[in-house]
């Protein structure tokens, strides 16, 4: 476990805050989260949408043109107010963790470094995380209400890759973006479902998938990689801005 990530209690974290202002310095070097089955027709306007490498394939929306760069912040670390942020990130500075010595149980683990938490008697308007008396408070119990939920849409987008793989339906590739000014761009490897492999699936498999709302999972995601031309022009408007900044500084 990262040093800032610590399990969520009582005992370490009882005069800790949050702010409701959002801080995104976190998902800076984020080029990529897992998402939902839920959450495939907000993102897949914005983002690509491909499937992660490893024995159990996970969907994750990619943030950046790059490895280790988000291209949806600006230079000044904002967000854009226009675009849905992945729950994940919305759920940031907590997290949910198996416990150690019980897997049946989860354990909310809490970003200590992130800037919105901070010592209740710094920010009369912080939202506390336990009462005067250790108890969870109301906006914990929500914070973890939601949690549990996104835990749970994951566990089926999981299952969704776990299918996908175990079909032969996965494949490794890139793709190779021309832009609109005309620039050439090759994007990194990822893992994209293979659609005519998928449409010779048997009737009746095709019928539980749609069921599971798998088809049209599917089907978002084979559109979303058309977004990769506009997150390249986000890589270099992103890069542009960052560049007149520095020379307005100097």
């Known amino acids: ?15 800790l805050g949050l702010r409701s202002s959002a801080d995104w310095a976190f998902c800076r070097t984020l080029d990529a989260v897992p998402i939902a089955l839920p959450e495939f027709a ?12 490893g ?6 929306a990619v943030l950046g043109a790059q490895q280790g760069s988000n291209d949806y912040l600006d230079c000044c670390g904002h967000w854009p107010a226009y675009l849905q942020p992945a729950t994940v ?12 010595s019980d897997s049946q149980r989860a354990v909310v683990l809490v970003d200590v470094q992130d800037k919105r938490l901070v010592p209740l008697e710094e920010d009369e308007e912080a939202q506390p ?3 005067f008396d250790g108890q969870p408070s109301p906006t914990l119990a929500s914070i973890t209400q939601r949690l549990s939920a996104h835990a749970s849409a994951l566990k089926e987008a ?7 793989q175990q079909r032969g339906l996965l494949v490794q590739m890139h793709a190779d973006i021309r832009a609109p000014d005309g620039t050439s761009h090759r994007t990194r490897s990822f893992r994209s479902v293979d659609g005519s492999k998928f449409r010779q699936l048997p009737t009746a498999e095709l019928d539980r998938w749609f069921r599971r709302g798998w088809t049209d999972a599917i089907a978002l995601h084979l559109a979303s990689l058309q977004r990769w031309v506009q997150l390249f022009e986000r890589q270099h408007a992103r890069i542009a801005a960052s560049a007149c900044a ?5």
Do not use: C, R
């Open 89 to 100: 990130l919305k759920l940031h500075p907590f997290s949910l963790a198996l416990n150690a």
């Open 129 to 131: 995380l336990f009462t």
């Open 42 to 53: 907000d993102l897949a306007g914005w983002h690509p949408i491909v499937f992660s490498a």
């Open 1 to 15: 476990m990262a040093p800032h990530l610590q399990p969520l209690s009582a005992d370490q974290h009882l005069g």
């Open 246 to 250: 520095s020379h307005a500084a100097d």
């Open 158 to 164: 999981a299952a969704l890759g776990k299918a996908l």
């Open 55 to 60: 024995s159990v394939p996970v969907p994750m």
